[in-house]
């Protein structure tokens, strides 16, 4: 890959996570669906899942970690610009439990996914394939 076309992946990776961070934030609330005595926050459940598949995606596409690195950095750019406090709070998180899991988990992803060890065949190991004698 030449420079120019990874800088454009790295810059495109931060944009692209700092879009879903910003849209997230919005909807990580919404669609709040009562089961028996219980509430199930599917909007967050469903922005967890699109924020886990976003960084893994690029884990795995790019074979490296400095893609879902600055994807997730976008994500949490994206939505910190929204938490930030103003004169009388944060107008788009609340201080609950879903405010609180939605500014941890996906950090905790991030650091899940990007921490996760490369498994692919040949990707970590620099001995040669093995040979069998008949």
């Known amino acids: 890959m030449t420079a120019l076309a990874r800088g454009f992946t790295l810059v495109l990776a931060f944009a692209t996570g700092a879009a ?8 990580h609330r919404q669609y709040l669906v009562e089961v028996g ?12 899942a699109i924020v886990a598949a976003l960084i893994a995606g690029m884990r795995l596409a790019f074979a490296e970690r400095l893609s879902p690195i600055l994807a997730a950095a976008g994500v949490l750019v994206g939505a910190g610009i929204l938490v930030l406090p103003g004169t009388n709070g944060s107008l788009y998180l609340e201080t609950d439990p879903l405010g609180y899991v939605w500014v941890l988990a996906p950090t905790l992803l991030a650091i899940v ?7 692919r065949p040949g990707a970590q190991s620099n001995r040669p394939a093995p040979t069998y004698e008949p």
């Open 37 to 48: 005595g219980a509430t199930i926050p599917l909007g967050l459940i469903g922005g967890l």
């Open 20 to 27: 879903m961070g910003f849209v997230l934030t919005f909807t």
């Open 113 to 119: 996914i990007i921490g996760w060890p490369d498994r």
